[in-house]
């Protein structure tokens, strides 16, 4: 089977919908979560949650912003905000709003802080992942106004009774609205004060803004500390992929070198502290993992930049003599071939000649086949029965396509 095409990552794609019997056009393309759907999850909070006109509203994680647009026809767009971490997610959830015409919501990649709002309603659909649902919840539920209405929708599989649970220990009771399709919505009143102190659940290092879930783990000869949050990968303890890769991961003196997904900023760490008289930099689309490697890198007493954006176009006109990574080649529950083919032809756009790609990936991927048709020629560092690091060289011209 031909390689996918590594353009087709990048292009936006526009979807007519009908919503709550209004037509309205998603902009969007792949990249994060549910990117080419309306989700179930989605429709009920647009079923049942009722706002009135000029109410202020959030709404995230917002995704592609369906539901950003169709809370602005509600409350107006300028009573409208839109967060999601995923910096492509917010990138087409503001091109859906100009779409629709309602280009006064305010849209921005980070997560709720205390100090937004104050919000009369938040529509949050459920993230993957019990923990960053709460750090979603509570600070959310910090900028709410007394009184206010926080809408919580999710799958019954993604684990939304579990999270209504939680939501009740930290709110009060709520009202479960509807449940269809596997999915179920529930309605609870932001109360006059929150609990004090917070409920255990809510208490957990990492889900205030400012703190972190920290460890240590062996970098570079040493033990170093690592910071993380909900939502970052492995954000308990360094995973088995990555410590492969840092195992037989060598830099060379004067490297300009590029951590691409880096999450909370390991592999980055690794390569200032091997290769010292050279340059490193991180790339991360999603915007609680750059907050964590930015701490990462400032415990251990390294200076780097650590940039919010979509892999190597965060990064344009760049050149690079290492790229190394434990790619994040997933959206959702699913892998994106999409993703994969974008990362690697732009890699090898991005490297100086005899520049080096270094990637661990799990064995059952296809990433070997898909770096020699690019590469050329692939040396396989390390391997595992789960794990395998791959490198390959710019040491040709870039073939034409379909070649």
Request: glycine share 10%; net charge neutral; hydrophobic share 40%.
């Amino acid at each position: 089977m031909p390689n996918p095409d590594p353009t087709a990552y990048r292009q936006q794609r526009q979807l007519a919908l009908e919503v709550a019997d209004r037509p309205m056009i998603l902009v969007t393309r792949p990249g994060f979560p549910d990117w080419d759907e309306l989700t179930p999850a989605m429709a009920l909070l647009i079923t049942e949650a009722q706002i009135a006109s000029d109410e202020r509203v959030l709404v995230g994680p917002c995704g592609h912003g369906a539901l950003g647009v169709w809370a602005a026809r509600q409350a107006g767009p300028r009573n409208v905000t839109c967060l999601d971490t995923n910096w492509v997610a917010a990138q087409v959830a503001h091109a859906t709003c100009d779409r629709n015409g309602l280009s006064s919501v305010q849209v921005a990649a980070e997560p709720p802080r205390p100090d937004q709002g104050p919000w009369d309603v938040v529509l949050l659909p459920m993230p993957k992942g019990r923990d960053l649902a709460r750090l979603w919840l509570l600070n959310a539920a910090l900028a709410t106004n007394p009184g206010g209405r926080i809408y919580l929708a999710g799958p019954n599989r993604g684990g939304i009774k579990s999270f209504l649970q939680d939501a009740e220990a930290l709110l009060g009771p709520g009202a479960l609205l509807s449940y269809k399709g596997g999915n179920r919505v529930a309605l609870f009143t932001r109360p006059a004060t929150l609990p004090d102190p917070l409920p255990e659940p809510f208490r957990q290092p990492g889900l205030r803004e400012g703190g972190y879930v920290t460890f240590s783990a062996p970098v570079a000869g040493a033990q170093r500390t690592l910071c993380a949050r909900p939502g970052v990968f492995s954000r308990d303890d360094l995973d088995e992929g990555t410590r492969l890769l840092l195992e037989v991961l060598t830099v060379r003196p004067g490297e300009q070198a590029l951590d691409l997904g880096c999450g909370y900023g390991v592999v980055a760490l690794h390569m200032a502290l091997a290769g010292p008289t050279g340059d490193v930099t991180l790339v991360d689309v999603d915007s609680l993992a750059c907050q964590c490697a930015r701490e990462t890198l400032a415990r251990n007493g390294i200076a780097a930049p650590v940039v919010h954006g979509d892999g190597l176009a965060a990064v344009p006109g760049r050149r690079f003599t290492l790229i190394a990574s434990n790619p994040p080649f997933h959206a959702g529950h699913d892998v994106s071939l999409e993703m994969t083919a974008a990362f690697i032809a732009e890699s090898y756009e991005a490297l100086e000649r005899n520049g080096r790609l270094v990637l661990v990936a799990n064995r059952f991927l296809t990433y070997q086949r898909m770096l020699e048709e690019r590469f050329g020629q692939v040396e396989v560092l390390a391997r595992t029965p789960a794990y395998q690091v791959l490198s390959a060289a710019r040491r040709r011209p870039q073939a034409a396509p379909g070649r």
